[in-house]
């Protein structure tokens, strides 16, 4: 368990001194910045509008450091060491997936304030944003280091990735903003959205960082 746990802290201080937490929400801010310039002043549809924003700002910021989450520990040899002491690879992806939403989940949660006072959201809405965000970021972080391990090797990773998760993060960001607007249902399913993947990305994450090593 402490070699897992080491994992995590490693992770998160990688995160942290690389600058990814920091790109991350800069993307996330210049995101919500551009967006009443492209739809111009009218503060009435930018709250209406403004939750799917910041959802869709989020679903982009979580794709930005996927390239990063596994290939640099497979391509040193970190991978191979952690088999070696008979770890399972779920559980190291499991570990990722904690780090990962532990870099960028709570501080996209912090600068969705800032979003929403940009994009002049009431705070009754950026409440449910933010109950959203809570629940729906970490089945983002289980995709993200799902289709890390997935891609991983792969020239032009980057790329695929984002091929790769998009399409298949449609439906956090269609309950995500729905739960802005459509009471506890789009909650509900927001929330089973994330169960399944948090469920069923260490396990796939597994799988294709065990393929990656033979």
Partial sequence: MRPLLTLVTRDLRRAWAGGSVTYT??????VAILFPF???????????????????????AALMPVERLIGPDAESGVLDQFAVRGLSMASVAAMKIAAHWLAFGPPLMVAAVIAAGLLDLPGAILL??????LIGTPGLAALAVATSALVSGLRGAGAVAGLVMLPLAVPLLIFGAGSIEGGMG?????????????????????????????
Wanted: aromatic share 6%.
């Fill in 25 to 30: 929400l800069a993307f996330f801010l210049l």
């Fill in 38 to 60: 492209a739809i111009g002043p009218d503060a009435a549809l930018l709250a209406r509008v403004g939750g799917g924003v910041i959802w869709a700002a989020a679903l982009l």
């Fill in 128 to 133: 449910r944003v933010e109950i959203g965000l």
């Fill in 186 to 214: 789009a909650v509900k399913l927001l929330a089973a959205v994330s169960l399944v993947l948090i469920a069923g990305a260490p396990f796939v994450a597994g799988a294709a960082m065990r393929a990656g090593m033979e």
